[in-house]
T-cell receptor
């Protein structure tokens, strides 16, 4: 079945560092979504990508839709403490267009 | 607007007990979803609804039931609780299909089955 693989699983970073994470699929996706989950909360949509090669920014966050349509990347520049949380990628299932989700990348800022 | 609200926030059940997780949205959204999130895993879709009176199974529907009698409410029923249903449950809603529209999530219900 369709699967999304996210890496890394977790990241320990210093405040001010840039962060990169990615998501890969075993099949082609027509949409890539990036959500963030703060501790104890539900996920919130950060960026949506609908076209291969598309590069979209939301403040310090930039996401790219890979040209193979099997991957997507999320970058965070100059990380700050409120960036901690879990970042999920998601994309539509072939069968019913509902979302399947990666396992997430947990971002932890070193004190 | 309250957005998506879920009750209860926490619950402990004994094996074999039943319960209903409540979900209400005040955004007049057509689509509603129930997900479960296990530790270290992504969200898994249990059931979804495209409008009042219409529901369909997601990836992991076994052991659950849903109904959608109104646009606002989408309760999730667990009939015979099992330890494998220990998880955090999220309800979400969107105006259009979730891959083309933002899904808005509730704060979650943390369920433990002992």
């Amino acid at each position: 079945g369709q699967q999304l693989n996210q890496s890394p699983q977790s990241m320990f970073i210093q405040e001010g560092e840039d962060v990169s994470m990615n998501c890969t699929s075993s099949s082609i996706f027509n949409t890539w979504l990036w959500y963030k989950q703060d501790p104890g909360e539900g996920p919130v949509l950060l960026i949506a990508l609908y076209k291969a090669g598309e590069l979209t920014s939301n403040g310090r966050l930039t996401a790219q839709f890979g040209i193979t349509r099997k991957d997507s990347f999320l970058n965070i520049s100059a990380s700050i403490p409120s960036d901690v949380g879990i970042y999920f990628c998601a994309g539509p299932m072939d069968s019913n267009y509902q979302l399947i989700w990666g396992a997430g990348t947990k971002l932890i800022i070193k004190p | 607007n309250a957005g998506v609200t879920q009750t209860p926030k926490f619950r402990i059940l004994k094996i074999g007990q039943s319960m209903t997780l409540q979900c209400t949205q005040d955004m007049n959204h057509n689509y509603m979803y129930w997900y479960r999130q296990d530790p270290g895993m992504g969200l898994k879709l249990i059931y979804y609804s495209v409008g009042a009176g219409i529901t369909d199974k997601g990836e992991v529907p076994n052991g659950y039931n849903v109904s959608r009698s109104t646009t606002e409410d989408f309760p999730l029923r667990l009939e015979l609780a099992a330890p494998s249903q220990t998880s955090v449950y999220f309800c979400a809603s969107s105006q259009y299909r979730g891959h083309t529209d933002t899904q808005y999530f509730g704060p979650g219900t943390r369920l433990t089955v002992l």
